[in-house]
């Protein structure tokens, strides 16, 4: 069946639609998109057939070829070098296994789709694997679950044979506007193109490539931040929106249809590796560097020290000369939004934690604190774990995942930002989404949830641009403000802008006067027992960081810790930050 029937009579005496989703991809937003469908009435998901297969020798030589043909002989040295660090970044991947990670996940929200598995552990939902949709047996396992409707999510073009097993036939989520925009991949082409929009299509399947009559199609704006992933994720969620419109108006049997509109255009395919280069230089996206000869040299370092042993070895020998230090970990956002260095997926941070807990003792800001003022040395390697700024991801988010692993956390909080719609300064240079701000009653709750709460001022300034009096309000009216919402004492700060170039001289001593007993600075660094309290230095860490990454930076062994280590060795330490001082 090629297209859906305006309207289906049968659908009157029916109680429910029972739907079967195809699909390939084994992703959070698939599981949200079909537990979206399960939460609507007279809608009976009756299971989830996967498509297995991966392409034949034969079939990856052919593409070989084609691609050889189109990019030119270099493509070859490319896919040799693809093939290294794939190897090297499934060596990376398994210092935390998949399994621990979405366990971790499962605990901290039981109530949300990680993954089509827990999906269907929670609702349940039987999946099926099959090795191919289109394949004989393909055909008998879908004929065998009797559906209404298939839903296509992201698999192979399939044929007649297939889609029109379902009574109704199948409809295709596709993240594009289509006649324009048939084909593949989802919003890297509108970048490409300078377009203002990008779009998703629901549509039913037919013969050709996305051309079968329009259920839904709307269209969202392309910010000019947005990067291919980050759009993505955007019309991932315009997707589902689309979808459960699309499925519920379909079990009510009052679905419109619009066939395409007569059309020129040719379906996308692959870009290129030049054209994905082009955009990466134009708009300065992170595509390319991921594939990067660098990035290829950083991951074969990185895999060495880990498995010769030498991490372990060096943890070892501090233990035993006493040398043992702490990292403080700093994080601002975690969320499945945002592509840059302020921002932490939600899987990569239960990865870090995973990895920090497996290798490191966690303690609170407090604790380190009364060791700092004993002079205390540390038993063991140490980590804490900070956040600045303001954002409510950290309590939707992270303190959902330390809550599950049991692991304190710490907040810096700009409390002019609290329960506003207000946007900090970096954001509106670098982040194609408007992230919303903690209000008083998430500041609170991450009190409940082991959290610890510093100053981080009140509006974000940039201290060193400030004079004395104002240094002094932004410290004292942040500290009273926070003091009230939470109802107990705020004795930590942490500098906003924390370069070295933005720490000018007194301002500790503002600080310390205005009732603080520690001060937080964040450009790189390890805390011993001789740091002074009012300057305790923070590593930065982001989605950018694998937990190797994340482990080798803690324990001062990656390629970046060591070339600094050597740079102060033979060039002796950076100058400590000594601005002049602005006077009231």
């Known amino acids: 069946m090629a297209n859906l029937p305006a309207t289906d009579p049968s659908m009157d005496t029916k109680d429910t639609l029972k739907v079967v989703v195809l699909t390939a991809i084994d992703s959070a937003s698939n599981a949200s998109a079909i537990a979206a469908l399960v939460a609507l009435e007279k809608i009976k998901i009756a299971g989830i057939v996967f498509d297995t297969a991966q392409p034949s020798f034969l079939r990856r030589l052919r593409n070989l070829k084609r691609n050889v043909q189109r990019e030119g002989s270099p493509y070859i040295l490319f896919r040799v070098r693809q093939l290294f660090l794939t190897l090297f970044e499934s060596l990376a991947a398994r210092v935390v296994p998949e399994s621990q990670t979405l366990a971790l996940l499962a605990r901290a929200f039981p109530e949300r789709p990680l993954a089509l598995e827990h999906l269907s552990a929670m609702f349940p939902i039987p999946i099926h694997y099959v090795d191919n949709l289109n394949s004989p047996a393909g055909v008998d396992l879908l004929q065998g679950l009797a559906p209404d409707l298939g839903i296509v999510i992201g698999t192979r073009v399939l ?91 379909l079990a009510r049997g009052d679905v419109s249809r619009t066939p395409q509109p007569a059309s ?119 980590v804490i774990i900070h956040f600045d700024d303001c954002y409510r991801d950290v309590y939707t988010n992270a303190s959902c995942i330390l809550a599950a692993a049991n692991l304190p956390g710490c907040a810096f909080i700009s409390s002019g930002f609290v329960g506003t719609t207000r946007r900090f300064p970096h954001d509106l240079a670098i982040c194609p989404f408007t992230l919303e701000n903690l209000n008083e009653d998430e500041l609170t709750g991450l009190l409940k949830r082991n959290f610890e709460i510093g100053s981080h001022s009140v509006s974000h300034a940039d201290l060193a641009q400030c004079d004395d009096s104002a240094v002094t309000e932004e410290l004292t009216q942040s500290k009273k403000d926070l003091e009230a919402m939470l109802h107990k004492p705020v004795s930590m700060f942490s500098y906003p802008f924390g370069g070295k170039h933005n720490v000018r001289r007194g301002i500790a001593d503002l600080v310390r006067q ?38 080798l930076e803690i324990e ?14 033979f060039l002796g330490p950076e100058p400590a930050p000594n601005l002049p001082r602005l006077n009231a």
């Open 556 to 569: 001062g062994l990656s390629l970046g810790a060591i070339w600094r280590a050597l740079k102060t060795k």
């Open 514 to 551: 205005s009732g603080y007993h520690a001060m937080f600075s964040a450009y790189g660094g390890y805390v011993s027992h001789r740091t002074d309290p009012f300057n305790i230095p923070r590593i930065g860490a982001s989605g950018r960081f694998r937990p190797l990454d994340l482990i």
């Open 159 to 249: 044929k007649r044979s297939t889609f029109s097993v379902p009574r109704l036939g199948c409809i295709n989520v596709h993240k594009g506007k289509v006649p324009e925009y048939r084909g593949l991949p989802p919003g890297f082409w509108e970048i490409y193109e300078d377009q203002s929009q990008a779009g998703v299509t629901i549509h039913c399947v037919d013969d050709g490539l996305d051309t079968g009559e329009i259920l839904a199609q709307e269209c969202i704006s392309i910010h000019e931040k947005d990067s291919v992933e980050t759009l993505q994720r955007k019309l991932d969620g315009l997707a589902e929106t689309l979808l459960v419109r699309s499925v519920a108006e």
């Open 264 to 382: 020129n255009h040719r379906p996308k395919t692959s870009p290129t590796r030049a054209q994905r280069l082009e955009l990466e230089q134009r708009r300065r996206l992170n595509e390319m560097s991921r594939q990067s000869l660098s990035h290829l040299l950083k991951t074969v370092f990185a895999v060495m020290v880990y498995y010769s042993g030498l991490f372990h070895l060096v943890q070892a020998l501090k233990r035993a000369l006493g040398a043992n230090r702490v990292c403080v970990v700093l994080y601002h956002r975690v969320n499945d939004l945002c592509e840059d260095v302020l921002t932490t997926s939600v899987k990569r941070f239960a990865e870090h934690l995973i990895a920090i807990q497996r290798h490191y003792s966690v303690i609170t800001s407090t604790e380190l604190l009364e060791r700092l003022n004993k002079g205390a040395r540390f038993d063991e390697p140490t």
